[in-house]
């Protein structure tokens, strides 16, 4: 089996990761002085989740029809180009005075930039790391996505309170320069992996859709996936958390980090699982990273809800194996969109979950939110874990372990010729 050592000494893999290392902590920086900002100015618990929840919804359109690009053309171009526009919007969020409709306006371009970027990163590991090596290398990107995460957010909130927002919205578009240039210099050049230039974008759109909704367990892992809108409520209403319990912009960067510290942690832990171990632990975890957040109604003090937001983070690590399933199961000429689906689906419930968290926090204390969120969300999970059971099982009964993967290419098959 590989080890540690065989990623590390992997040119394009290392550079894929500190590229994507380097973005990740600088959205951290971003995310919290946006939510510092919109509270500021506003006092309003609703218009600050909402102003977080701007950063899940625009993946409704980007999802869908823009993680497409990373099928039409060669991946690495569309990452550098995705990163360069990034950068070039965050620097004018950063103008001082600027209107809250502009700020959130260039809230959503920054994401939908981001929708194709993310897809070819998921459809280019693949070719990477083509051998047994990709379970391994997909856990240590995830697993360093959540430590920047957790250092980008701790660093943020003391960043913030030290320079302001418009500095380190500032930093954070160089972080994007310098993703684009590792890019750049490291990864080899590819061709776009099929003439999709040929087809029209509603017929491959339809056809990615036919692709995911067509395997039961595709579904099931994307109801499972969908969970982290009700247990991520407490990470999107940090920022009046704190406030609540008098912690201030530094008490903001811990909550934000202890998610990502948890699942950190969480993900170390799974990636060292056997992996049918793994399936068996996904629905069971989905269940546990919102029940870990219904203590929030005792509403305890910044330690123990540090503790418990933790926990939760630790639990989502099932996202995974969720993820790897997914991106495996998958035709690679078709991955680009198909990923883009699946996080269109995941950013949504996000973003829902968030806008009602936000509107409900403003007539109900941020406490009793968390607490409610959890527990609807061990009911969403429950349904979920039932849709993965229910499949596995049909798969068990039906077909050897590997069919399901073949099914799914076959599937793509029809779909691409006679779509």
């Not at 290419?409 to 779909?415: D, F, I, S, T, V």
Request: hydrophobic fraction near 55%.
């Amino acid at each position: 089996m590989p080890g540690y050592r065989d990623l590390a000494r992997d040119r394009e893999f290392r550079a894929l990761v500190l590229a994507h290392v380097v973005s990740v902590a600088g959205d951290q920086f971003a995310r919290v002085a946006l939510t510092v900002h919109v509270y500021h100015r506003t006092a309003s618990a609703g218009l600050t989740a909402l102003t977080y929840a701007l950063t899940f919804l625009p993946d409704l359109i980007g999802g869908p029809l823009l993680s497409g690009l990373a099928d039409r053309f060669a991946r690495k171009k569309v990452m550098v180009t995705a990163d360069l526009v990034r950068a070039a919007l965050l620097l004018f969020m950063a103008i001082p005075g600027l209107p809250l409709w502009a700020l959130a306006s260039l809230v959503v371009a920054v994401q939908l930039a981001g929708a194709p970027h993310g897809a070819a990163r998921a459809a280019l590991l693949p070719h990477i790391l083509p051998d047994a090596r990709y379970p391994m290398g997909q856990a240590v990107l995830s697993t360093l996505t959540q430590a920047a995460q957790v250092a980008g957010f701790l660093t943020g909130g003391a960043l913030v309170a030290w320079l302001g927002p418009g500095p380190v919205l500032v930093l954070d578009a160089v972080t994007f320069w310098i993703s684009a240039l590792l890019v750049t210099t490291w990864l080899l050049d590819r061709p776009a992996p099929r003439r999709a230039h040929v087809r029209a974008w509603p017929t491959d759109l339809a056809g990615g859709t036919r692709l995911v909704w067509g395997d039961r367990r595709l579904r099931a892992l994307l109801a499972l996936a969908c969970v982290s809108g009700f247990y991520i409520v407490g990470e999107a209403l940090a920022v009046p958390y704190a406030a609540q319990l008098a912690a201030g912009p530094a008490g903001v960067g811990l909550i934000f980090g202890a998610y990502a510290a948890g699942a950190a942690a969480g993900m170390l832990a799974l990636a060292h699982l056997d992996e049918r171990l793994q399936a068996r632990l996904m629905p069971w975890l989905a269940i546990a990273a919102c029940a870990v957040l219904v203590p929030a109604a005792l509403r305890p003090g910044l330690v123990v809800s540090v503790g418990l937001f933790a926990l939760s983070g630790a639990a989502s690590a099932y996202h995974l194996v969720a993820n790897t399933r997914f991106v495996r199961a998958v035709p690679d000429e078709s991955r680009g969109q198909a990923f883009g689906l699946a996080v269109t689906a995941l950013r949504v419930s996000q973003g829902v979950g968030v806008a009602l968290a936000g509107v409900a926090a403003e007539t109900v204390a941020v406490h009793r939110v968390v607490a409610a969120a959890g527990a609807l969300g061990v009911l969403a999970a429950g349904g979920a874990a039932v849709l993965w059971w229910l499949s596995d099982a049909s798969r068990s009964a039906g077909s050897s372990p590997s069919d399901g993967s073949s099914r799914s290419g076959e599937r793509g098959g029809r779909w691409r010729r006679h779509g």
